[in-house]
């Protein structure tokens, strides 16, 4: 009877690991070429776009790190009020010391996907992701883009490794998917060769858009997001920064005002983060209300003169609970 139990129980768990296999779906991967697909984005066939890259923790020397680049579908083409995400692996210039890291996969929480574009001008819709081969920067693709839940992982078609001496390391192209969500921030997992995992940050979609905060006329939506009567107090995490101030930039150790709606009367748990390019830093605060909030930019020499971050809100247990698609220039020093 025992040996029976064990032979049921062992059954069991394989049909569920079957079952739990066949729910992955793969989705439709194609190559297109650059600048012809930001055709499909822009009717100039030129986008503005919005870049970040977060360092990986490989054990190698060198700059290296994982891209993600953001911008949104302009008025008048196919995409129009969509959102596009990118992301690029660069190990180009990492060198390996007591061993040469390489990278097979990445995974993302990604949702709201767009299923209804023609990404690569075949004349076919459906396509879901695409992969930049022609006219950009990288030499590795992808194998394969399997979902399951709300995690997508990208397998390269072949590893992404380190160089043993300067600038003989590797990249991918630029792979992308298109969403009905404005940015937010997650973690993404990184799978090396060796079977070790490491995070590291990377913008996806926000899980909750119920404003509709950034979506543009003309969106091609799946389908319809609710919008709250007119009244309603969005919730804590449904905080929306429209705007940060001063413009064009704000001095290292100067004052940015951030407004929008949802921030609570009062700061409670809550705190601002300045982050991109390699950093995130908590912003002093000086003054928050539902609308407004003024903060203390840090003098601190990992701020950039001259380049942009983010700055957005999270609770103390650093989850976002506002969009970080807005940024602001560090103003360049005067020498």
Known sequence: ??????????????????????????????????????????????????????????????????????????????????????????????????????????????????????????????????????????????????????????RFSDSVCAGGHPNAGESTFFFGLVSTHAPGQTTATILESNGRKSKVYARTPRRRDPLQMEMGQGASVEKPIPIPKRGKTPEVNEAIVSGLFPRPCVDRGGQVTIQGSGFGEAQGSRVVELGGHGIGRLLRVTSWSGKQITAIVPNDRRIEFGQWYYIGLQEQDRHWISNISRTINICRRLE
């Open 1 to 154: 009877m025992r040996e029976l139990t064990l032979k049921l129980m062992l059954a069991v768990a394989v049909l569920s690991l079957s079952l739990t296999t066949a729910r992955a779906e793969v989705l439709s991967t194609v190559d297109v070429s650059a600048p012809a697909i930001n055709c499909l984005f822009d009717p100039t066939c030129r986008v503005e776009v919005n870049d970040s890259t977060e360092t990986l923790s490989i054990g190698a020397g060198g700059p290296n790190f994982l891209q993600s680049r953001t911008f949104r579908g302009k008025a008048g083409s196919p995409a129009a009020g969509l959102y596009i995400y990118e992301y690029r692996i660069d190990l180009r210039r990492a060198e390996g010391i007591l061993h040469i890291p390489c990278i097979d996969s990445v995974s993302l929480d990604f949702d709201h996907i767009v299923r209804t574009l023609d990404l690569d001008g075949d004349g076919e819709r459906g396509d879901e992701v695409f992969v930049v081969t022609r006219g950009g920067l990288g030499s590795i693709g992808l194998a394969s883009a399997e979902k399951s839940g709300s995690t997508i992982t990208f």
